[in-house]
């Protein structure tokens, strides 16, 4: 059975302390630094900043940019960034001496990371976006053509979703779906609809592929995707995706309601929650957004 979360805390805290104590190590046999300030400990932090900076730039970080970001003297980022790239932590670029995150990081979170089941994850924070928008929640996984519900919180009342834990669902009429196939490969979406034909569930419903493409192009836009009556009639629904520790689509998070509950007034309260609840998730999965530039070249 897979760990719970405390177990992965303590799997997270383990690698960390491998990882400090190689750096000591390391420090100790191979960074004799003049430099009063650069301590074995004050050289930790370092280490963890520059590896958490080089992480957020795609294009990799030089020595020199490394250093002015964060305020470290170049010849003590030198040392360190040396250390880093021995030990398999960081790559070099020869032709423009940028670093970039080695694979060697990755083992690093893969004991913390084994083992966390998405729906352990997601169980918790799904219950309490049910308590702040009184909708039913829905954790749905893409399996062959369709969303299968692998999870369902419902909120109390008279009002009750007819859905079910299990319940395989057609992705191009249904929010979860569309938050599904929208970060797919095309020749995979494709597929899909050749092999599932894109039934006409109501007269709201997608049912050639252009607009079910331009419509998922407006998903990934938004971060979200809507189902407006387009599954069943007086159902209006909204999903987003969940991302994994490598940036693919791993599940997605979906609030059901009758139109009523779910219209131009509320919307947009409910989406700030939604996306917020499934950015949770993935972080929880180890899932870490790029990071965007401001300004510069």
């Not at 020199?64 to 880093?84: C, D, G, M, N, V």
């Not at 694979?103 to 893969?110: D, E, N």
């Not at 009342?157 to 929010?175: E, L, N, P, Y």
Request: with cysteine.
């Amino acid at each position: 059975m897979p760990g719970n979360p405390g177990q992965a805390g303590c799997a997270i805290y383990r690698t960390y302390i491998q990882f400090v104590v190689r750096l000591r190590f390391c420090y100790h046999n191979d960074l004799a630094m003049p430099s009063k300030d650069d301590s074995p400990s004050v050289a930790v932090e370092r280490a963890l900043a520059m590896l958490e900076a080089v992480a957020q730039e795609p294009e990799g970080l030089s020595n020199a940019e490394i250093s002015r970001k964060l305020q470290i003297p170049k010849s003590s980022a030198s040392y360190i960034l040396r250390t880093l790239e021995t030990q398999g932590y960081l790559n070099r670029d020869e032709n423009s001496g940028k670093y970039r995150v080695g694979l060697k990081i990755l083992s690093l979170s893969r004991g913390a990371l084994s083992g966390i089941d998405v729906r352990e994850v997601a169980l918790p924070i799904m219950r309490h976006l049910v308590e702040k928008t009184s909708l039913t929640c829905h954790l749905a996984i893409l399996d062959g053509p369709e969303a299968v519900y692998i999870e369902k919180v419902e909120p109390p009342g008279f009002i009750r979703m007819d859905t079910w834990v299990g319940r395989r669902m057609r992705v191009h009429a249904t929010s979860v779906g569309k938050a599904l196939v929208a970060y797919i490969p095309q020749e995979r979406l494709e597929k899909i609809v050749s092999e599932r034909a894109m039934e006409k569930r109501t007269p709201k419903t997608i049912t050639t592929l252009p607009r079910l493409l331009k419509e998922l192009e407006k998903v990934r836009t938004q971060g979200y995707a809507v189902d407006d009556e387009e599954n069943n009639l007086g159902a209006r629904c909204v999903g987003a995706p969940v991302f994994n520790q490598q940036g693919a689509i791993e599940a997605s998070v979906g609030l059901s309601g009758t139109i009523n509950q779910v219209n131009a007034q509320t919307m947009p309260r409910i989406l700030e929650a939604l996306k917020d609840a499934a950015r949770h998730i993935s972080m929880q999965l180890g899932y870490r957004a790029p990071h965007r530039r401001i300004g510069g070249t």
